[in-house]
């Protein structure tokens, strides 16, 4: 570190008159810059810089070998009339309306299960977090075991209990389902977490005035407990949103985008297109599109929330 | 796919308090029909893990044969055994740990520094590289799958455990994390040491840091859990089997060996008990980590 020896400003203390401010200014330059330019530097280069440079990708037709070509605005226009595309989005779409809200209110289910003080909630706390430190591709091997249509845990309850077994992963109408089943699994510790933070920083006069009044558990949980935590909803709802919206690597390491296309999203078809089709400067506008309609959802969220009573977001 | 993160509580104080369920005066204690729901699905959410434990353990004859049980007739280590004899495992879990580590080591000295250096000093250009870095939030990951991988080609490390790590080094949810951190620290601390003498440096590597242990423990989960179970960067930038990470290795094995159960599930148990072992011991950490990010490899 080349700020190590660098002397630094005493509070309170005379400065040397020689010169005064000016190498003061240095010093504090180098010192500063000494602390923050190794993580700062790392941080842009690999994200602002590349960033600008897919911006730069996108407007080309380039294969990672040949001379780019500059075609202008031809990859958004081509994206425009996409219908592999357009599929995927469809698919990322149902995928994201499947996920979003039972994510959401699983994490509040669990999060109003937890608060309390019952014997043995260390352990079911434990259990129902563990999920979050499994990989994606572990998750993906488990998903496909579980839901194996022959031997699969999944189907031989339902043979248990009488009900004709399903195909699953292997069925277009069902693979979506069981990909946000298993997202479920592994991310519930998350909005339970938010949930459970959120539930503590309530305070206790709010539901105990409500009791007092005269309003049961449950009227005194959707009135009082449920609108104190909107600004929490808002905000796990945007978040899951984009996690759902980009959602990869589970498809990576169970379908792989099958069966029939069925399962393939926007980031799939995005990552298909750049590192199977070796179409760079296509692969960079379906990023910028999608990037675009990222933004556009969390600033509408955020601005229809600021109007609306939800507020303090 | 791993997002960097704001902080998620907006009205909580970091460092986050202990175990949250402890502490909710407004129930009654030992409400018996709780576990009712709890109990399926605490069951529920373990299922998997023991279908993953006994499958690992279960003999191939007994896994894809009717009527299936639930439970082995004899536990056996053949998978495992197949699995380190047959198979590069042991590199790849030797690759992984590498990053790990590179990627834990980089984080906590370079977030740390950078953090107090945003938090504590005063230098020209401060607010505006500040504000960068947190701007860079916004870009996902995905934006940068191409040019990275361009990047990457142009350095020349393709196909090596670099491009694994290099995307670890240092992250904005670090800067962040360390910078909220160090700013919470009364700054009387630091200006007697600087009274006595002692450089900024020395100040922040004796006095400082010492105090930050929770925040770097929260770093250092972060920092393990997405390097461990990262799977984007290594696919994009690495097709040698011999700088595969663990997590590629076994995505590798869904499509080479797709029916041998027991070996893949003894995979499955190598990539994720370590870090289920490290979960049950620093739970509260874990927690902790969890609140102040959406990670999630």
Redesign the interface.
Known sequence: MTATDVATRRPGTVRPTRRPGHPRRVRDGLTGWGFVAPATLIVLGLSIFPAVWAFLLSLQDWNGFSTPEAVGFDNYREMAADPDLGGAALHTLLYTALFVPASVLLGLGLAVALNRRIVLVGLYRTLIFLPFVVSAAATGILTTYLFNPQFGLVNNVLRAIGLPPQGWLEDPNQAMVVLAIMSLWGQAAFTTVIYLAALQDIPAELTEAARVDGANRWQSFWHVTFPQLAPVTVFVSIWQTIQAIQLFDLVYTTTRGGPLGATETIVYYLWTSAFKDLEFGYASAVAYGLFAVTLAITIGVTIYSRRSTVGGF | ?T?LATP?????SWP??D?????????K????W??L???P???L?????V??FL?SLTPESE????P?R?FPSELTLDGYAKLFRDTDVLLWTSNTVLVSLVAVGSHLV??S??G???AR??????NV?FF??I??I??????????????F?RVGIIDTLAAAM??W????F??FLMRQFFLSLPVELE?AA??D?C???TT?WRIILPLARPALATLAIFTL?SS??D??WP??AINDPSAFTL??G??N??GAR?TD?SL??A??VV??LP??V???FA?KQ??AT??FT?V??
Do not use: D
Not at chain 2, 8 to 12: A, D, F, L, Q, V
Not at chain 2, 29 to 32: D, E, I, S, T
């Open positions: 796919m997002v998620t509580r907006p009205s909580s986050p308090s175990t949250p369920a402890e502490e909710a005066p407004h129930s204690p030992r409400r018996g709780w576990h729901v709890l109990v699905v605490a069951l959410f373990a299922t998997p893990f279908q993953m499958t896994i894809n044969r009717f299936v639930f370079l977030c520094l950078a107090y250096g945003f000093l005063k230098f020209p250009g401060r590289g960068m870095i701007a860079t916004m870009i996902p990951t995905q934006l940068l799958m191409v040019p990275t991988y361009v990047m080609a290099v995307p080094l240092a992250s904005v670090g800067i200006e600087l009274l003498g450089s900024r440096f922040f859990l461990w179970n799977l984007v696919l994009i997590q590629l076994i995505t094995f869904q797709r159960w893949l599930m995979s499955n990539a994720t870090l289920i490290f979960f049950v739970q874990f927690i969890m609140s959406g999630k490899g």
